[in-house]
């Protein structure tokens, strides 16, 4: 009876043990723009069921900390500061802060000067040895290698476009497809694509052949999505408010085919797309307008093309960035010139966000990531 009894009890804790971490709320993060003395990054957590969100701490990333990436192995977080001016030199910023996953709470640890100014973009390098960064401001991309540690270390690469209006380049995102296989650039000024093979020991990025891609002019391409396998990327337009799906064939040749518009839930003549994202089973694309003020939504058919499913309000005014949490049930909208954080719930069965369910008070939300 007494072994019964210890084995039980053995059975229960390990059973209590395996499911703690599970019942976690997930956290996530959040930064926008900030002058002087403001805190611009912020840590939330979302209740998992409600979708109600909590204020964990914030933390200063200097100024404008307006788009971040995070390092999971090292608990780093490095924001791109969109400045032309920073610590006192010429050129954007690149601030990198340590999560503590005790207390919820970022310490800024190191500042960085980045080449040329005005980065709007920054991702890891397929071996997380790197970061990418997309200047928007002064046309040009930079590689910045880190040490053992995940800091910042040193600039290995920039490479400057056209710099001079009216033919400026204003890069806007730079990332690489799920596999690792290619660097890839939308330049918003040009209408095109720029296809980069990246050798990751002397962090270089090489041309690849024909490895500039035009879009239709006057598109204005900003950010990208890509399929799982990444055989399918989404390309949501600033300037032509169209989303437009190109076939990856991994070797750096993307084939257009196919462009439809992201308008429709209202009339208002201006409008720019700002952020684009898969849902959690690929089944549905999701884009941002900033104008009309919406979010609109697309199924995925089984040639990875898409049809228009819908289009919801945004809970707000400019929706920046948004993000689907890690359950794929809500997605979490960032509207800039209303000051909020829009918190909706995912209809399984339609793919439509549905509410908002909770609101956020924050300044110019820019960038939304779950930790």
């Known amino acids: 009876m007494r072994k019964t009894r210890l084995l039980m009890l053995s059975f229960l804790a390990m059973v209590v043990f395996a499911t703690s971490g599970c019942g976690e709320n997930p956290k996530f993060f959040a930064g926008g723009y900030a002058k002087g003395e403001e805190k611009g990054m912020f840590v939330y957590e979302m209740d ?69 100014g005005g980065p ?15 200047n928007y401001g002064s046309g040009s991309v930079a590689v910045v290698r880190l040490n053992n540690e995940g800091i910042p270390e040193t600039v290995t690469d920039t490479v400057r476009y056209m710099v001079e209006r009216p033919f400026r380049s204003n890069p806007h995102m730079v990332m690489s497809d799920p596999l690792g296989n290619h660097i890839f650039v939308t330049d918003l000024g040009q209408d095109r694509f720029v296809v980069y093979e990246f050798d990751a020991v002397e962090g270089k990025l090489a041309l690849v052949e024909n490895g500039i891609v035009a879009v239709e002019k006057g598109s204005g391409p900003r950010h990208f999505t890509f399929s799982a396998d990444g055989s399918r990327m989404y390309l949501i337009n600033e300037l ?72 919801t309000t945004c809970g707000g005014d400019w929706p920046r960035n948004f993000v689907i949490d890690p359950s794929g049930g809500f997605l979490l909208v960032g509207n800039q010139r209303s000051d909020n954080i829009a918190v909706f719930k995912i209809n399984k069965r339609t793919g439509m966000p549905e509410g908002p369910v909770e609101n956020v008070v924050m300044q110019a939300p820019a960038c939304l990531k779950f930790y």
């Open 48 to 116: 998992k069921k409600s979708g109600a969100v909590k204020l964990l701490s914030q933390a200063d990333a200097g100024p404008n900390p307006s788009y971040f990436c995070y390092s999971q192995e090292n608990k780093l977080m490095y924001a791109a500061n969109e400045v032309g001016m920073f610590l006192g030199q010429r050129g954007g910023g690149l601030t990198t802060l340590r999560y503590s996953e005790s207390d919820a709470t970022l310490e800024k640890i190191s500042e960085m000067v980045v080449p040329f």
């Open 240 to 311: 032509g408010s169209t989303m437009m799906t190109f076939s990856n064939d991994h070797k750096g040749n993307l084939t257009h085919m196919q462009t439809i518009s992201t308008r429709g839930f209202d009339a208002t003549e201006q409008n720019y797309p700002g952020d684009t994202h898969a849902g959690k089973s690929g089944e549905y694309i999701y884009g941002s307008n900033r104008g009309e003020n919406s979010i609109v939504i697309y199924k995925v058919a089984d040639d990875g093309t898409l049809d228009l499913a819908g289009h």
């Open 120 to 134: 709007c973009y920054i991702s890891l390098s397929p071996d997380k040895v790197y970061l990418l960064l997309a």
